[in-house]
């Protein structure tokens, strides 16, 4: 099955350069033949290596939705039985939209939480002009619109589109893992965009009025010039250390006590699962569309606002190794059993089957 799917291949696409990429790859050992086709940017030939043994097409862009008629030529001439666009609102959705309508290919629309209702209002304005131009049409017209959870499900319908939802999570490849060495000093890692909806501000207020011998480190590239004002309000025991990833990345997971993501919106975050994975603690807020980390007892509940982050890391802060240990060892567990590649691709396989071939739906589609 030649599938073609839209993506970015570069680490500019936070979350998406690991959950699209690891699909992919997944989806390969099912017997597909993703092929990737992808808006070129600052990091995309840096990135290419990642992806492979993939096939991976680049393409120049111009203007503000990143468009490109190449791009929209070499998927008119690929093989693609099935394209499936990750993301919205940018011109890659619109260039499968005019593809499906030409030739008739069904199309898979993962919005990633771009249809969350934060994140529909955030720059609003720019994103009713795209609806207009195009956006909503082709959510209308897609086949299926895969969503990450049940919220992101919702969300979809509270948008008002009736398409059929593939309900299938995010995943992670899991890390070897060797004993942790004791430190004296205790590290909380923020790794993820470094932007407002991420609820940062509020970190480090919280931080701010609950001292303690922990120290923060917050990972991640800068969007928008957000972290000049989060350095501006941060004490010592709070250090900026630019983006991380591959090896870096790893060597960071392994060496910090416990992982936050105080957002205010999210599809289904890569960032949380691979703190699991690597069997941290974790403090979120139910916007991470998580409930299954509160359910077994592998995460601190938090609500993205100053007050209710304090109270979270005191809670943190007030356990023993003991019972960081036990939020620990949950997570991992949780992974483990319901969000490895494997299982998604094989799920995410049989929609694709189905959007193609029709027959009864798979267990994850709903009407």
């Not at 010039?225 to 960071?252: C, M, N, T, W, Y």
């Not at 299982?343 to 396989?349: L, S, Y």
Request: charged fraction near 25%; glycine fraction near 8%; proline fraction near 7%.
């Amino acid at each position: 099955m030649d599938v073609a799917v839209l993506s970015t291949v570069s680490r500019n696409a936070g979350g998406l350069f690991y959950s699209v990429r690891w699909l992919s790859k997944a989806l390969a050992k099912q017997g597909c033949s993703p092929k990737i086709f992808s808006p070129i940017d600052g990091f995309s030939q840096e990135d290419l290596p990642h992806w492979e043994p993939l096939p991976v097409e680049l393409f120049p862009v111009f203007g503000p939705l990143k468009t490109s008629v190449n791009l929209r030529k070499a998927l008119a001439a690929s093989k693609a039985e099935l394209i499936h666009v990750h993301g919205i609102w940018s011109d890659s959705q619109w260039a499968a939209a005019q593809i499906q309508a030409k030739k008739g290919i069904p199309v898979v629309v993962s919005p990633r939480g771009m249809l969350d209702p934060w994140a529909v209002q955030n720059s609003a304005w720019k994103k009713r002009l795209v609806e207009k131009l195009f956006a909503r049409n082709a959510l209308e017209k897609a086949t299926c619109i895969h969503a990450l959870c049940r919220s992101e499900a919702d969300a979809v319908r509270q948008y008002g589109l009736k398409n059929p939802i593939a309900v299938l999570p995010n995943a992670v490849e899991l890390p070897k893992l060797t004993d942790k060495t004791t430190r004296e000093k205790k590290t909380l890692l923020f790794l993820g965009r470094i932007h407002p909806k991420k609820g940062l501000k509020e970190l480090i207020e919280a931080w701010n009025q609950t001292p303690s011998d922990w120290q923060l480190k917050i990972a991640g590239w800068d969007d928008g010039g957000h972290e000049a004002g989060l350095k501006s309000i941060a004490g010592e025991s709070v250090e900026f250390i630019g983006p991380q990833h591959g090896e870096a990345k790893d060597r960071l997971l392994r060496s910090v006590d416990a992982f936050i993501l105080p957002s205010f919106s999210e599809g289904l975050p890569m960032s949380v699962l691979e703190a699991w994975s690597y069997r941290l603690p974790v403090l979120m807020t139910d916007f991470c569309n998580l409930p299954e980390g509160f359910e077994a007892e592998a995460a601190i509940r938090i609500e993205p606002d100053a007050d209710s982050i304090a109270a979270g890391l005191k809670q943190l802060f007030s356990l023993p190794d003991s019972g960081l240990n036990d939020l620990a060892v949950n997570g991992r567990k949780l992974v483990e059993a319901r969000f490895t590649w494997p299982k998604v691709a094989e799920q995410m396989k049989q929609v694709y089957e189905w959007c193609i071939g029709g027959g009864d739906p798979p267990e994850c589609v709903e009407f």
